[in-house]
């Protein structure tokens, strides 16, 4: 889950990270509030979930509180790709000296967390590590060592950055990966890490994106979530408690297990359709699951047809095919649907299912067939 850069600031605050006074607001007048609290110039910063946000316009310095108002008030409301901006961070302006980018990420080809450490930092990093990877130091952290501090020392010198900057550069790093570990983060970014002249180390941005399956631990952190930036059919299937994706096609896809959801996705790809969702109702899904698993589904109004494809293990097939029946009942389904089941009470399962709409089919391949000549 990404979190707004306001929120990843108070949370890096509190592992020792230096950051910069402010307070997030929604209107102009609460943002003058702040600058004249402040004292001094500020700097206006969209708080939206994107990066870039000083290349599209959402950052900018303002001396005086009236031009903190003016620079809210233009800042407010605007889009950035795609986002719109309902608040804005006033914070006390660094007077920046250098710019330099801290990161913690996962290295999945690695299998451990990568430090990152470069002293071309405020641009894009991801630009920098393609057009000059040299320019970014890195270290893996071993999972049950943990980051060493000849590694800090290591990264840091191989950067290159600022020998002033150094030691609290060092020291921030290490509360960077303290606060990385805490929260269950899957990245923790600061950039740019700012040495202003008068020779302190502050974040002058933050990013912070939580694992979505840790937030149980961290429930201050889950209150963050917003809904209105998740797709309105994806925030439904998951109050409903599914594990659901959207996807572009119209072709509603239901499995149990999520690499045979995946498996199921190709299938209907192969025979030439596109689906429109990945929905996976799991080990030992009762009726109830299943029915609620295809109300969300066809909830998305360019559902053509659904396939179901369950493969019973704990999962008993004539549950399954009851939850089908019960869902079938109950709502007005205008779409045909496939179903394939296999595996435990599969007899039990598709005898539930004869005589009625639905269609069987014995393999997955012949089921994507099916559904994508049925759906056209
Ligand atoms: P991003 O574009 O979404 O990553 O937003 P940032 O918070 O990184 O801001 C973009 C750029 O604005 C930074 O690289 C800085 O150059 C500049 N900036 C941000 N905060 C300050 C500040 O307090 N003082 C000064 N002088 N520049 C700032
Ligand atoms: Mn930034």
Not at 12 to 31: F, H, K, N, Q, T
Not at 141 to 156: K, N, S, V
Not at 182 to 201: K, M, Q, Y
Not at 344 to 354: F, I, K, P, S, V
Request: charged letters at 25%; glycine letters at 10%.
């Amino acid at each position: 889950m990404k979190i707004h850069e306001h929120q990843a600031k108070q949370i890096l605050a509190r592992y020792g990270v230096p950051v910069p006074p402010g307070e997030a607001v929604a209107d102009p007048i609460a943002a003058a509030d702040v600058a004249r609290r402040l004292g001094g110039p500020v700097v206006v910063k969209a708080q939206v979930h994107v990066g870039g946000r000083g290349k599209a316009g959402g950052v900018k310095l303002a001396p005086t509180p009236e031009d903190a108002a003016r620079a809210a008030e233009q800042i407010l409301g605007m889009e950035i790709k795609g986002l719109v901006v309902r608040k804005v961070l006033v914070e006390a302006a660094a007077d920046i000296a250098e710019e330099y980018y801290l990161g913690i990420t996962m290295d999945r080809a690695a299998r451990r967390n990568v430090v990152m450490v470069s002293a071309a930092g405020g641009m894009d990093i991801e630009e920098v590590a393609a057009t000059a990877p040299e320019k970014i130091a890195r270290v893996w952290i071993h999972p049950g060592i943990g980051l060493a501090d000849f590694q800090i020392r290591q990264a840091c010198y191989e950067a290159g950055l600022n020998r002033e900057a150094l030691p609290a550069a060092m020291r921030l790093l290490r509360s960077l990966y303290q606060a990385y570990v805490a929260v269950d983060a899957g990245l923790a970014e600061i950039n740019p890490l700012a040495l202003t002249r008068g020779g302190e180390v502050i974040a002058a941005d933050a990013k912070i994106d939580v694992d979505d399956n840790a937030l149980y631990r961290h429930p201050d952190i889950a209150e963050y979530k917003e809904e209105s930036e998740e797709d309105p059919m994806e925030a439904e299937a998951h109050r409903r408690g599914l594990q659901y994706v959207r996807l572009e096609g119209d072709i509603g896809v239901i499995g149990n297990g999520a690499g045979l959801v995946m498996s199921t996705l190709d299938e209907v790809k192969r025979a030439g359709g596109a689906p429109a969702n990945f929905l996976d109702i799991g080990g030992g899904a009762k009726a109830d699951l299943v029915a609620n698993a295809l109300e969300a589904v066809l909830l998305n109004p360019r559902v053509k047809g659904v396939l179901f494809n369950v493969f019973g293990g704990i999962t008993r097939c004539d549950e399954v095919a009851k939850g089908i029946l019960e869902a079938t009942g109950r709502l007005d389904v205008r779409v045909p649907i496939v179903v394939r089941l296999t595996g435990t009470n599969e007899r039990d399962g598709r005898a539930l299912l004869q005589g009625t709409a639905l269609v069987p089919a014995e393999t997955m391949e012949e089921a994507a067939r099916k559904i994508v000549s049925l759906s056209r």
